[in-house]
């Protein structure tokens, strides 16, 4: 089976550009979470989806924001882009919320200059 | 909110001892505690994860063990090699709403 793919693998953006990450889910699996990895603050939860809705949400501005379609590959956008906003954007899949076992993908690489 | 608390930030053994990372968990309805690893440059990959309806589990040279009257949760790396030098993250999951500790990074001498 093919694991959790993310698209791109990097991007380079300007401050208060916006960016849209994506993300497709292990075949079979319906629940995506995305998270930010920085050194500094480590990997932090900012939203799971499942059936094309938002179940959880971390402590991200409203400048965060992410869907999911109907065959479970999942966005993630963020709009007006700071530079704190570089970091490593990992989703990660699982079966269902009640399954919690979850994949990573690659990760997204995002540079805000 | 959910809040993960991971101890120590780092820790270098000799090849062949045991490493344990320690973990604390605040929310008692987290029911799943899953641990990953990470190599430089790599996603984060699951080694290990327990639920809270059991005290142990264990995988080769690898074991957790979780005490949820505590809210505390360890991994446990025995006859440690080379390879399994990496950053290691705990979490804590609620309903799918996973909360990460800050990480260990642990380093096997040869």
């Known amino acids: 089976k093919a694991g959790v793919t993310q698209t791109p693998r990097y991007l380079i953006k300007t401050r208060g550009q916006q960016v849209t990450l994506s993300c497709s889910p292990i075949s079979g699996h319906r629940s995506v979470s995305w998270y930010q990895q920085t050194p500094g603050q480590g990997l932090q939860f900012l939203f799971e989806?499942?059936?094309?809705?938002?179940?959880n949400k971390g402590n991200f501005p409203g400048r965060f924001s992410g869907r999911q379609f109907s065959n479970s590959r999942s966005e993630m956008n963020v709009s007006t882009l700071e530079l704190g906003d570089s970091a490593l954007y990992l989703c990660?899949?699982?079966?269902?919320?009640?399954?919690?076992?979850?994949?990573f993908g690659p990760g997204t690489r995002l540079t805000v200059t | 909110g959910e809040n993960v608390e991971q101890h120590p930030s780092t820790l270098s053994v000799q090849e062949g001892d045991s490493a344990v990372i320690k973990c604390t968990y605040s929310?008692?309805?987290?029911?799943?505690f899953p641990w990953y690893k990470q190599e430089l440059g790599k996603r984060p990959q699951l080694i290990i994860d327990?639920?809270?309806?059991?005290g142990e589990k264990k995988d080769q040279r690898i074991a957790v063990t979780l005490n949820k009257t505590a809210k505390h949760f360890s991994l446990h790396i025995t006859e440690t090699q080379p390879e399994d030098s990496a950053v290691y993250f705990c979490a804590a999951n609620k309903n799918n709403d996973m909360r990460f500790g800050a990480g260990t990074r642990l380093t096997v001498k040869p």
């Open positions: 989806y499942f059936s094309e809705t938002q179940r």
């Open positions: 990660a899949s699982s079966l269902s919320p009640s399954i919690y076992e979850q994949y």
């Open positions: 929310d008692s309805a987290s029911n799943y």
């Open positions: 327990i639920r809270s309806n059991v």
